[in-house]
Structure formats: structure tokens, C-alpha cells
């Protein structure tokens, strides 16, 4: 079933439960989908990578807001962005620890012969392409240049 599919049929459920928060955030993934599926360059329907890159774009922008409106004491806008997180995050595949991040970059760094910092472009190609979804992005490049400066 794909991701379009299963935000559907969310979205039934949503209405039926009367649960406007997490409807709220099922109505934007599905508008994302749409904007990609209906974009100029898109060829139809979205495969696997590019729904994981579209909710975890989505991810990092609520965390974002969530952050500034944490910090501006809008606490009704965190709870908000919170929800919407959470609802992302269920569509997402399991997110990878640091133990087991920094584990598969040390096999990356083998496979593709980094060494050094100057290898950082080449390490953080392979890296993102096969922890797409699966790690936060930062949490890839810190632990890279960690181990590349070792």
C-alpha cells in the first residue's frame, strides 16, 4: 500500500474519530504528496525514497517551528506542531540510534575509502543515500566528521 494510500485511509478514520488534531496533520502529508505527484518534473506517483524525503522534510520543519514556538512561549503552537510530528513520525521508518548511526558509517567509510576530513563530500554522499529516512541528517553529518578527524 503506499503512502498515499495509507494517508487515505487515515484520514477516514480521522473523521470518523472526530480527531481534528491528527486529521489536521493527515491533510498536510497528503498535500505534500499531491504538490510532489502534481510537480513538473514528477513522473506520477512518488516511489518509497521520495515519500521518505517529502515526511522527513516534513519532520524537520515541525521541529523547527516547534522550537520557535517553544521558545516564544506559545505553548498552544507546540502542542499543535507536537501533534503533527508525531502523526509524521508514524509514517516514517524507524529511526536509527547513534550507536547503531555511527556503526554504519564506520562500514561506509570502509566501502568507500574515508579517511580523512578531505573525504567528508564523498562519505556524506554515500551516507545519506543509504540512511535516507532512517537517521537525522545532522545526526549524520556530526558523526561523520567525528570519525573522519579520529
Not at 513538473?40 to 525514497?49: H, I, Q
Not at 570502509?110 to 567528508?120: F, Q, R, T
Given at each position: ?52 524525503r517529502l ?67 564523498k562519505l ?27
Amino acid at each position: 500500500m503506499s503512502l498515499k494510500e495509507q494517508i487515505d485511509s487515515a484520514i477516514k478514520k480521522a473523521m470518523l474519530a472526530k480527531n481534528k488534531d491528527e486529521l489536521r496533520a493527515l491533510r498536510a502529508i497528503k498535500s505534500l504528496i499531491l504538490l510532489a505527484e502534481s510537480d513538473k518534473n514528477a513522473t506520477g506517483d512518488l516511489d518509497r525514497n521520495a515519500e521518505i524525503r517529502l515526511l522527513t522534510k516534513a519532520v524537520k520543519q515541525r521541529k523547527e517551528s516547534l522550537q520557535i514556538y517553544a521558545e516564544q512561549g506559545r505553548d498552544d503552537l507546540a502542542e499543535k506542531e507536537k501533534v503533527e510530528l508525531e502523526v509524521i513520525g508514524r509514517y516514517l521508518p524507524k529511526q536509527m540510534s547513534e550507536e547503531e548511526v555511527e556503526s554504519e558509517i564506520r562500514l561506509i567509510m570502509l566501502a568507500v575509502g574515508a579517511e580523512g576530513p578531505s573525504d567528508m563530500g564523498k562519505l556524506m554522499g554515500a551516507a545519506t543515500k543509504k540512511l535516507a529516512g532512517k537517521a537525522d541528517g545532522r545526526l549524520i553529518a556530526e558523526t561523520a566528521k567525528r570519525l573522519l578527524n579520529n
